[in-house]
């Protein structure tokens, strides 16, 4: 599965080189440490002219110690800029020397079902996919996350968070974040990469770099778990700490409308909720508990009230 250089019309060993891998240590009491660790490991992409390094959210998220591997076996260490919520990009500053290329940034809205891509991770050839886009579609994470298109990839890379999506004019299309499964026509199913479009970057990323996150309303966040069950919405966990809790919404509890509306999926669920309003507003939730329908009212609050912020060193 490994891309092979003849196969590409750019230099795809000298795209390669701008693959970093990315460790990030995060403190124990973290809001975060529980669901995604306190030390995770991925890569990132070296983008712009001055070390700054893209990446998928979650790897940095309230890290407070970043290294970065580069290409040529050099480690220095990094500083966390900030990370998008609702894209799930995340970007890292290299405190020392890099003297790397970086990958350009292409047209993720050119790209079709078919093409041929390089899914790569830190390390080159060996540790990179050759790939095709099997899907561009919408995509809804339980973590009360939507993209209305995102990307997906097949073969499936193994170590997918924060992998390179490199199209056939040697640009960067997306960003690695997760792996899923389709079903295929005769009831197999197989491994394949959902890949955040670098299109959704472009609007944000000036504000990123300035502000360490878009200059937008915060949506509201309810702090719950959610996944379809028998063409149910299905509460399947509750945050720690968050409105989901404090208004006792309970796992098994299934979710029928948002403020009188029916909702009909996951996607269809956060959308409504997100289209009452920013954090804060109320949240009138229609629930099903054992047979029993009930109203409950939820105060929703800023996701990025519970998270330790970038520390610089």
């Known amino acids: ?39 995770r490991l991925g890569h990132g992409v070296l983008i712009g002219d001055h070390g700054i390094v893209l990446t998928i959210g979650y790897l940095v998220t309230e890290a407070e110690a970043v290294w970065i591997r580069l290409s040529n076996g050099r480690v220095v260490p990094g ?29 993720s809205d050119l790209v079709a079902v078919g093409d041929e891509v390089v899914v790569a991770g830190t390390g ?33 890379h193994p170590h997918w968070g924060g992998t390179a999506m490199i199209g056939q004019n040697g640009r960067l299309l997306g960003i690695g974040s997760l792996q899923v499964q389709q079903v295929l026509k005769d009831g197999r199913s197989e491994d394949i990469n959902m890949i955040v479009p670098i299109n959704l970057l472009k609007p944000i990323l000036d504000d990123m770099l300035m502000l360490g996150q878009p200059k937008r309303p915060p949506r509201p966040w309810l702090g719950l778990y959610a996944t379809e069950i028998d063409k149910q919405i299905t509460v399947a966990g509750i945050s720690a ?31 409504s909720v997100w ?39």
């Open 124 to 156: 080159g050839r060996q540790n990179s996919v050759a790939a095709a886009i099997v899907a561009r579609q919408e995509f809804a994470g339980y973590w009360e996350y939507v993209l209305d298109e995102a990307l997906f990839t097949a073969p499936s």
């Open 275 to 313: 289209a009452l309003g920013e954090a804060g507003v109320n949240v009138p939730l229609t629930i099903l508990r054992k047979g029993r329908t009930m109203e409950v009212h939820l105060t929703s609050v800023d996701r990025r009230d519970f998270l330790k912020g970038p520390v610089l060193h």
């Open 1 to 39: 599965m490994q891309p092979r250089p003849e196969n590409y019309k750019f230099d795809l060993d000298e795209a390669l080189i701008s693959v970093v891998g990315l460790k990030t240590v995060i403190p124990s009491d973290a809001f975060t440490a529980d669901t995604l660790g306190t030390e």
């Open 79 to 107: 500083h966390v800029i900030g990370f998008d919520q609702e894209t799930g990009f995340g970007l890292v500053q290299a405190l020392g020397r890099v003297d790397l290329p970086s990958l350009p940034l292409g047209d």
């Open 241 to 271: 700490r968050g409105p989901a809790r404090r208004a006792d919404i309970r796992t098994g509890d299934v979710i029928l409308e948002v403020a009188g509306g029916v909702v009909y999926n996951l996607a269809d669920l956060f959308r």
